[in-house]
């Protein structure tokens, strides 16, 4: 975790609880162009999310992982779900930026590399699906998926406005989610290759191709 100085404060020190996992997101260009402050922030939430429940994580733990002042944490979100859509979105656009490089690979070679990312990140994915809080958690991370579904599903709609759009992408984010879940409850199994295909080919159904 980058230590941040807060202007006219001091840097807060914390040591990091045991087994929290640090979260070792690259620098997308998206996460490149944030202030420090605010890449600080939603790793410091994601680290919590490793040891805790979203719901017993306060702002002032956020702050005190984050290393800034609780002003700065509300000079950039409204509260602690706030937090969690964007740091979300740097996780959901490091799974892109992945998957830009298989573009020209079979579907279910793309597929695969979700569910590793699934795999890889799966302390956080199982405590937005299959957690207590995932009543609250499961929308925010739907209305994400939502906002930065890929072309190649939207079949042109590219209007976020259009109603069209908005059906197709709640649709697929919605099936891939159900998918997932299925896919934690059962330790992640089969392997990921397996699952791969199986959407794959959902995707490839006439039904909704």
Not at 11 to 23: G, V
Not at 37 to 56: G, M, N, P, R
Request: net charge neutral; proline share 6%; charged share 25%.
């Amino acid at each position: 975790m980058i230590p941040f100085n807060e202007p006219g404060g001091d840097t807060l020190n914390q040591q990091k609880p045991k087994n929290r996992k640090e979260i070792d997101l690259p620098d997308i260009p998206r996460r490149m162009n944030m202030p420090e402050a605010k890449i600080a922030i939603c790793d410091a939430l994601l680290e919590l999310l490793s040891v805790q429940s979203f719901e017993s994580i306060s702002v002032k733990e956020i702050c005190s992982a984050a290393q800034v002042h609780r002003s700065t944490l509300y000079r950039y979100y409204s509260d602690k779900f706030e937090v969690l859509k964007e740091a979300l979105q740097l996780v959901l656009a490091t799974l892109e930026r992945e998957i830009s490089l298989f573009r020209g690979e079979p579907r279910d070679k793309i597929c695969e590399q979700v569910f590793k990312f699934v795999a890889r990140y799966h302390f956080l994915f199982e405590k937005i699906l299959l957690t207590d809080d995932s009543s609250k958690l499961r929308p925010i991370l739907q209305a994400v998926l939502i906002e930065n579904a890929p072309a190649v599903i939207l079949k042109g709609k590219t209007n976020p406005e259009d109603p069209a759009r908005q059906i197709i992408a709640s649709y697929y984010s919605g099936a891939v989610l159900a998918v997932i879940e299925w896919w934690l409850r059962e330790n992640m199994k089969p392997e990921a290759a397996a699952m791969a295909e199986y959407l794959s080919m959902l995707f490839s159904s006439p039904a909704i191709s």
